[in-house]
């Protein structure tokens, strides 16, 4: 099953932006991520798929639009 949206409960609540491992692959959060997840913990974000995600097992994206 492909994930299409992450929470900040599904992302184990980062605190720090950065790149994470997860268990359908990497995923960086930036500084503007945390600070809609700050303000709105229930977000859902669509995941994008970055342009180096054919090069990484599993995976690279990124946060795009979100939902409250």
């Known amino acids: 099953m ?3 949206k992450i929470t900040w409960a599904q992302a184990g609540r980062v605190t720090e932006p950065g790149r994470y491992m997860l ?3 990497w995923l960086t959060v ?3 991520d945390l600070a809609i997840w700050e ?3 229930h977000a859902a ?3 994008v798929t970055t342009a ?3 090069d990484v097992v599993g995976g690279e994206f ?3 639009t ?3």
């Open 2 to 4: 492909a994930v299409n």
């Open 39 to 41: 303000q709105f913990p």
């Open 23 to 25: 268990r359908f692959g």
């Open 66 to 68: 979100f939902e409250v």
């Open 62 to 64: 990124r946060l795009g």
């Open 52 to 54: 180096s995600a054919t």
């Open 45 to 47: 974000f669509t995941l």
């Open 30 to 32: 930036t500084p503007e």
